[in-house]
């Protein structure tokens, strides 16, 4: 394997009443890393000149219709500013995005660990624990790249987020809840860029390539197993996923999809442009909303949603009736 996936992977979908179904589902992922996975250092060409990364090659420059792309602040900018400000943002992503992944690697192996003999899911964490080894050295070699002092999460969050690995030594279902809490709204926003073509630097086409196709997996893992156990959970154990599901969430996506605070000193961005892109912007609300939304499907199917904890989707601004998405004005924009 030394080429980047041409198609993009879709999920896994499927019902997993009976015990031998979900063996099944697991056994079909085993077999796909098994048959496609990909190497850091194997599979990507760094050192293609095609693939060097310039932080003022214009290609990195934000699309017009982009939030902060289309702020008369960012159109002022020289050339050279444009593009430092996207590459700064594409590798603050894939920063957040690689430690984001060690937490979940930890917190697999935890939740490995603990698992007796011959239970399915133990070689399956083994291949995502080794998929997203990959995909951190992956990242972390982009950063690098940009030769930028990029940060990834905020100090306070980061302290916080040591706790994560230790989830599932309470509740391995609130665990996957927060593995697709982390993994579905990067998913949301990389098959989003890609398809709409906003990728124009082949490496970063091919690192999100890859990671997608890997990702498609890891996903349909988390969800099919929170299918198979959260029926079994008792009242007070779904009364507490039901809440902690969109605290976890909200909290997330907004961490995941907001402007990066160093990059925001380092240009000087001022803060009501900031405002305007990001806070008081409806489309970015929507985005936020939209990128858990799948999640949201699926607690409305696990009948973890109920009046009560509606009310702390509503608060964190991600609600919205199962099924459905709002729409995005800028999408709009983009096709005319
Ligand atoms: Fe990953
Ligand atoms: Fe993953």
């Known amino acids: 394997m030394t080429k980047a996936p041409t198609e993009l992977a879709e999920e896994v979908r499927e019902q997993v009443q009976s015990k031998k179904a979900y063996r099944a589902v697991i056994e079909r992922l085993n077999k796909a890393s098994v048959d496609k996975h990909w190497e850091a250092y194997a599979d990507v060409p760094w050192d293609d000149p095609d693939f060097q990364v310039d932080k003022n090659d214009p290609r990195w420059a934000l699309p017009k219709f982009d939030r902060l792309g289309a702020t008369e602040w960012y159109q002022s900018q020289p050339p050279e500013i444009q593009a430092q400000i996207g590459l700064w943002r594409v590798g603050t992503a894939m920063k957040i995005g690689l430690q984001f992944e060690n937490l979940l690697k930890r917190g697999l192996l935890n939740y490995a660990y603990r698992l007796p003999n011959n239970r399915p899911e133990f070689r399956y964490?083994?291949?995502?624990?080794?998929?997203?080894?990959?995909?951190?050295?992956?990242?972390?070699?982009?950063?690098?790249?940009?030769?930028m002092p990029i940060k990834g999460m905020p100090r306070a969050l980061n302290l916080v987020a040591q706790l994560a690995p230790l989830i599932p030594l309470v509740s391995t279902e609130l665990f996957f809840v927060f593995v697709l809490g982390g993994e579905d709204p990067i998913d949301y926003v990389q098959r989003k860029s890609l398809k709409g073509g906003h990728i124009k630097h082949p490496l970063e086409e091919t690192i999100m390539k890859i990671h997608i196709a890997e990702e498609a997996r890891?996903?349909?893992?988390?969800?099919?197993?929170?299918?198979?156990?959260?029926?079994?959970?008792?009242?007070?154990?779904?009364?507490?996923?039901?809440?902690t599901t969109p605290i976890i969430l909200g909290v997330m996506a907004r961490i995941m999809l907001s402007p990066p605070g160093p990059m925001v000193r380092r240009f000087h961005i001022p803060a009501d442009v900031v405002r305007a892109a990001y806070r008081d912007d409806p489309d970015h609300m929507a985005e936020v909303a939209n990128s858990v939304g799948k999640i949201r499907d699926l607690m409305g199917e696990l009948r973890l949603i109920n009046p009560v904890n509606k009310r702390v989707w509503k608060l964190f601004g991600i609600w919205d009736e199962p099924g459905r998405r709002r729409p995005v004005r800028s999408d709009h924009a983009k096709a005319a």
């Open 125 to 147: 964490v083994y291949h995502e624990t080794t998929e997203e080894c990959h995909h951190g050295m992956m990242f972390q070699e982009f950063v690098n790249r940009t030769k």
């Open 218 to 243: 890891h996903i349909s893992f988390a969800r099919h197993y929170l299918k198979h156990r959260v029926p079994n959970l008792s009242g007070p154990q779904r009364r507490i996923l039901g809440f």
